[in-house]
């Protein structure tokens, strides 16, 4: 299972901005996708997740300006992001929970991880 992931760059503080991540190849089903993301001298921390049945789970920092959302069938999540803050500056990586084979266990995949930038 591969992750790509879309849609980084530097924007200015109020700003907005959508992240794709795409997941490909060997793919038997995927459970929950999500973004985490890791500051400089910080470590890596969720973002926000969504299960496949659409329920989502938000960092508390983030609540009301960021959405997570889904296309099960294009094995893709989103981020939409809005009133961006310059502590949203990270890399932001994607993550998928999914199984590559009928008979494989459920593993976490990450995407390498695309730079936000937010200036003040």
């Known amino acids: 299972v591969q992750l790509q992931a879309s849609g980084g760059g530097l924007v200015q503080a109020g700003d907005s901005l959508r992240l794709s991540c795409a997941a490909s190849?060997?793919?038997?089903?995927?459970?929950?996708m999500g973004w985490y993301r890791q500051a400089p001298g910080k470590e890596r921390e969720l973002v926000a997740s969504?299960?496949?049945?659409?329920?989502?789970n938000y960092a508390d920092s983030v609540k009301g300006r960021i959405t997570i959302s889904r296309d099960n069938a294009e094995n893709t999540v989103y981020l939409q992001m809005s009133s961006l803050k310059p502590e949203d500056t990270a890399v932001y990586y994607c993550?998928?929970?999914?199984?590559?084979?009928?008979?494989?266990?459920?593993?976490?995949?990450w995407g390498k991880g695309t730079q936000v930038t937010v200036s003040s």
């Open positions: 190849g060997s793919i038997f089903s995927i459970k929950a």
């Open positions: 969504i299960t496949t049945g659409g329920s989502t």
């Open positions: 993550n998928a929970d999914a199984r590559s084979s009928w008979y494989a266990n459920v593993m976490a995949y």
